[in-house]
Each structure stands twice: as C-alpha cells, then as structure tokens.
C-alpha cells in the first residue's frame, strides 16, 4: 500500500536555531500534502497545505515566515520550524493522498521536536 | 461548538467485550468521515472509512448518520492490541483536496 515517510522521527534542538523535516510519499505521486501539528492530549491540527510547485496554504493563526513550507517535487514537501522556540515543541506529522477527492490519507511517523 | 467531538474517554473494558464510540460533527456538508486509530506517541493509522450504509471489517463495523451527523465505530471481542486512541475524522471539502478535521479521540484500555 502506500507508504508515506517522514524524517527524522525525533529532534531536539536550541532555541533560536532552525529543524527541517522531510516529508517523502515512496511509492506514488503527491501533489499535495498536508502538515498537521499535535500537542500532548490534543487533537491533530492542520498547519498547512502544501502543493507540489506552488506556495502552500497556511491555516488561520500559522505563521508562514516561521513554518517554511517546500514542496519541489512530487514526493518531497519539507517543513523548516525557523528560529524554534520551546512553545513550538510538538508532534509535527505529514501525510499525503495519492488520489484527489475522498480518499483517505496517509501518515507519515510523526517528527517529536524538542526545542530546550 | 467543536467541529468534530468525541467523548475522549478512557473506556475502560475487558477483554472480549463489545465497545462502541460516538463521534459527531457540525459541518453538514462533510463530505466523507474515517476512523483513525493513535497509539501513544505515534501518528495515526487508517482503520476504516465509514460509508453511508454502514460497513464492517472483522472486529469492527462504522455506522454513519447523516440526519443526525454522527458517526459510530463499534468493536467486538475486544483484544488487548485494542487499546489506542480512536480518532474520528470528517473531510469538509469536496473540490479535489482534502480538508480533514480531527476529533480529540476516545481512549480504549482493554485489560485481562
């Protein structure tokens, strides 16, 4: 089936300094893929829309100049947390559909950031 | 109001029980709805999408009301590998991409 894959599965990092993850769907083609964020005990929430060659959608309250979102190829989006800062310590996981519509999507294993 | 709620739980049961999950939400133009399962510290996983007459895989069948807006998943003879968090999903749009709304989750604890 298809496989989404995100990496790395945990960071910790300084304040002040920038963490990029990696989101890569393995076997199918993504145009658009989506980064959810989740803090402890809460639900997932959607950060963002990212679609292959043009500017991502960013959700209300997402700043964008902090959350930089790149998504050059078709199996490739990137999340950078630029100048993290601990309240941005979370579980940050993308997903993808390969197919447009109702489909479900698919998870890639979650980033666990750390920010001391 | 919330968009997607869910009695987070934890629903304690033995194992062999019967357990069931409400979930309901406030968009009615929701186009398509899903169960998730969460297991602790890791990303959700598809169970099952939950169709208009109602569908069942092994162990567990999804039930969808569209009237009511709400939406059910119930397990039969629970097992131990059951205990997770249960994630209602609904999906608001209907124009080629997907806009998914997450529910808080209901917890399941089966125990010996």
């Known amino acids: 089936g298809a496989v989404v894959s995100q990496h790395p599965s945990r960071v910790i990092c300084k304040s002040g300094t920038s963490v990029k993850i990696e989101c890569r769907s393995l076997d199918f083609q993504a145009t658009t893929m989506f980064w959810y964020r989740q803090f402890p005990k809460q639900s997932l929430m959607l950060m963002a829309t990212s679609n292959e060659g043009s500017k991502a959608t960013y959700e209300q309250g997402v700043e964008k100049d902090k959350f930089l979102i790149n998504h050059a190829s078709l199996t490739l989006s990137t999340l950078t947390v630029t100048s993290a800062h601990p309240e941005d310590s979370s579980f940050y996981i993308c997903?993808?559909?390969?197919?447009?519509?109702?489909?479900?999507?698919?998870f890639g294993n979650g980033t666990r950031l750390t920010v001391t | 109001r919330k968009e997607v709620e869910q009695d987070p739980g934890p629903f304690n049961v033995p194992e062999g029980a019967t357990v069931a999950f409400n979930c309901t939400y406030s968009n009615s133009a929701s186009q398509s709805f899903f169960w998730y399962r969460q297991d602790c510290r890791k990303e959700p996983k598809l169970l099952m999408s939950v169709y208009s007459s109602g569908n069942e895989d092994g162990r567990f069948t999804a039930q969808l009301n569209r009237a009511s807006q709400y939406i059910s998943l119930l397990i039969r003879d629970s097992k131990l590998s059951d205990s997770a968090t249960y994630l209602c999903v609904v999906n608001e749009e209907n124009t080629g991409f997907q806009k998914l709304v997450f529910g808080t989750g209901t917890r399941l604890l089966v125990s010996p």
């Open positions: 997903s993808a559909s390969y197919k447009q519509g109702t489909s479900p999507l698919h």
